[in-house]
């Protein structure tokens, strides 16, 4: 009999859990939901949709140099992913890799023992990882991102930690992608904290800022598929999979974070520091976006 | 004593001569237009914006309309769109370029004088 009881008890308590667990992202869900449909269904005809989606597009363009139907996958690619120019340019480009060295490079940091003999191995027993970044830790009660856990091996090792955004750490970070690739992207939510943190990046993306008052989601949501000048604008679903990235424009990697601060930075708004919590929380939030894609980066941008 | 005929010389003469230096000086507010449409660091409004009778303009984007026949519109409500679009369309995309102070009032009056000379409709 008491045996029935613990039995009910447990399972009560877990299932419990299991729906408080299921609340705390319940709105994150609704959210991501609804972002991934709004991109499915804009790339889903651009030539038959104009009117709704890309009024000021000439239609020959449309024709000519949209790629579509997208699915789910294909925002893997960025701004690749739609624009036929860009794609056919970076094919070519992509024939012999520029983040290929910086990967090796990446590989051989991750392999050279430290002070203490120990390598990144012995924190990371697995490198294929990356998809579970960034994540709540609900001990320490703040998001950590792949370039802090970096660090973090690197300093209970007993080194000093590496400058955040580009070199060393990027190529250690792009190695980790590469064996990550093919994983599925899936970021939890974990407690009340985890999604307070969501909802606070999702704020930020859609938030207007600088002297151009602009906000992530217009130039990434709303204007994803139109052209910048000349450039192809990067749909906001699938960005986070192809990081970090090779920029010619920076000569070598850069991570998530760079490129988030950069793209503040250009709307004329102070740029945020690397690992600040506001940096973390629209990471967060734009991984979030992207759950269940598969993870292809490192990959080459302008 | 200036006979009536002088004074009538003198008053053609300086009514001609306003208006060769006033079209002068509008041919220099367009050029000037111009030159802050495309220009990275000032209007930059060939980002988002192509436009109707120039064709030498470099690529431009498609973010924001084709601008044409702005000769229509009366120019103080172009100002004010290009100063601060959101006062006549709240959820615009467009930067408040004036209000935000990236460019001056004279440099939107540029840009005003620029399109509607551009965009003029035949």
């Given at each position: 009999m008491l045996k029935k009881l613990i039995k009910i008890v447990a399972v009560s308590m877990i299932s419990t859990t299991i729906v408080f667990a299921a609340n705390f992202n319940a709105q994150a869900e609704k959210d991501r939901k609804a972002f991934v449909d709004y991109f499915l269904k804009k790339f889903e005809n651009p030539v038959a949709n104009r009117d709704k989606y890309f009024p000021y597009v000439p239609l020959k363009e449309l024709k000519k140099d949209y790629i579509y139907p997208l699915k789910f996958q294909d925002f893997q690619d960025g701004p690749l992913s739609w624009y036929r120019p860009s794609k056919e340019q970076f094919a070519e480009i992509n024939d012999?890799?520029?983040?290929e060295i910086p990967v090796d490079d990446g590989e051989e940091l991750f392999n050279k023992p430290f002070a203490n003999g120990k390598t990144y191995a012995s924190c990371f027993p697995n490198p294929a990882i990356k998809q579970n970044y960034p994540y709540y830790d609900v001990h320490r009660d703040e998001i950590v991102t792949i370039g802090m856990a970096v660090n973090e091996c690197r300093v209970i090792n007993g080194e000093k930690p590496l400058k955040y955004g580009k070199g060393d750490l990027a190529k250690v970070v792009a190695y980790l992608a590469v064996k990550s690739r093919g994983k599925k992207i899936d970021i939890k939510i974990p407690n009340e904290n985890a999604a307070k943190a969501y909802e606070a990046g999702k704020k930020l993306f859609y938030k207007q800022r600088g002297y151009l008052a602009i906000s992530c989601n217009e130039c990434h949501v709303k204007s994803a598929g139109k052209r910048i000048r000349a450039e192809a604008l990067s749909p906001?679903?699938?960005?986070?999979?192809?990081?970090?990235v090779y920029r010619i424009k920076w000569g070598g990697l850069g991570t998530l974070q760079r490129r988030l601060a950069g793209c503040v930075k250009d709307t004329g708004s102070e740029k945020p520091k690397m690992q600040s919590k506001p940096l973390k929380e629209l990471a967060y939030f734009l991984t979030y976006m992207s759950n269940g894609m598969k993870l292809f980066g490192p990959d080459t941008r302008k | 004593m200036i006979s009536v005929k002088k004074l009538l010389a003198i008053a053609i003469i300086s009514a001609i001569s306003t208006t060769v230096v006033n079209a002068a000086s509008n041919e220099a507010l367009v050029k000037e237009g111009r030159k802050v449409f495309v220009t990275k660091k000032q209007g930059n409004c060939l980002a988002c914006h192509a436009v109707q009778g120039d064709p030498s303009i470099p690529q431009t984007g498609d973010i924001g309309p084709k601008l044409a026949n702005l000769d229509a519109y009366p120019k103080a409500y172009l100002f004010e769109k290009i100063w601060d679009p959101n006062k006549t369309v709240p959820n615009s995309l467009m930067p408040p370029m004036g209000r935000s102070h990236k460019i001056t009032k004279h440099q939107i009056d540029a840009l005003v004088a620029y399109l509607q000379a551009t965009t003029k409709s035949k």
């Open positions: 012999f890799p520029p983040y906001a679903l699938g960005a986070t999979t192809q990081m970090p | -």
